[in-house]
């Protein structure tokens, strides 16, 4: 074990927070402030990052290169990490809380095949984890740091794309923004465009900004599912509805997620 010290993310800090509607979950949260905060009295925008314990440094740091040309605002990033120690604390925990229905690992196998039954020991957290965001997370991050409520952003990438997606239909009043990346929104037959059609049938306006990416090299179901939500929200034609859509060509599920999270943030944060 070196003795030397680690690096760190500079102008960062790690809280916890423990949720009384996630049971047994104490989330870390990680927070990027920007770089004038300790100096003003302003208040900004905040972009919260799903799956933080693998993203947050790389969403930083790119924010941080687009800072430099002024090609975003200055924003607060605020990153929600699984507390966990391990690889398999992280896939369970976000399994369970990213995916909106439970299915056993008999259902996800026959469903999805034996590689996501691997990858998703528990799910149908997804309801749980949308209340602890909205009663506990927001709250707490509103009242800890000078962010906006009138601008929140989410992000999320494959089964977190698919909890921003669940999001955008289910409880649209907390977000006004959200990057749905290469997400896996084919889970359990489809099931959250069942929400996305609830969702029409009361509701002609969805007011908020929209970025949707998938990798060229994602396979037909990735692409499929990507071109699926996409004409869904194009064919709704929702008042107030802004839609940036992206395929990369050559890159895969792997290769494009940084790619698509600075993409993201140029569409959804440039003026």
Excluded at 5 to 28: A, H
Aim: proline share 4%; charged share 20%.
């Amino acid at each position: 074990m070196s003795t030397y010290p680690l690096v760190s993310i500079r102008d960062t800090e790690v809280r916890g927070l423990k949720s009384q509607i996630v049971e047994g979950m104490e989330y870390r949260i990680y927070v990027a402030l920007p770089e004038d905060y300790s100096s003003s009295a302003d208040r900004y925008p905040a972009l919260y990052l799903l799956d933080a314990w693998a993203w947050f440094g790389t969403v930083v740091e790119a924010y941080r290169m687009l800072r430099l040309t002024n090609l975003v605002p200055r924003l607060v990033l605020i990153g929600i990490s699984h507390a966990g120690k391990s690889i398999q604390d992280w896939v369970f925990c976000r399994a369970r809380d990213f995916t909106p229905t439970r299915l056993s690992t008999d259902e996800v196998t026959a469903k999805h095949g034996a590689f996501f039954a691997s990858i998703t020991p528990v799910s149908g957290g997804a309801p749980q984890f949308l209340r602890f965001i909205g009663d506990e997370l927001l709250p707490f991050a509103e009242s800890e740091y000078r962010v906006l409520p009138s601008d929140r952003g989410l992000f999320g990438y494959s089964y977190g794309g698919l909890f921003v997606t669940y999001a955008l239909f289910n409880a649209p009043q907390f977000f006004q923004r959200y990057f749905i990346g290469s997400a896996a929104n084919w889970w359990d037959d489809y099931v959250v465009f069942a929400d996305e059609a609830r969702y029409a049938a009361d509701h002609a306006a969805l007011p908020a900004r929209v970025y949707a990416s998938i990798g060229g090299q994602e396979g037909d179901l990735g692409i499929q599912t990507w071109k699926r939500l996409r004409d869904a929200l194009e064919g709704r034609n929702y008042d107030g509805l802004q839609l940036t859509t992206a395929l990369f060509d050559g890159e895969d599920h792997f290769s494009c997620d940084a790619l698509a999270h600075t993409h993201a943030m140029q569409a959804l944060y440039r003026e």
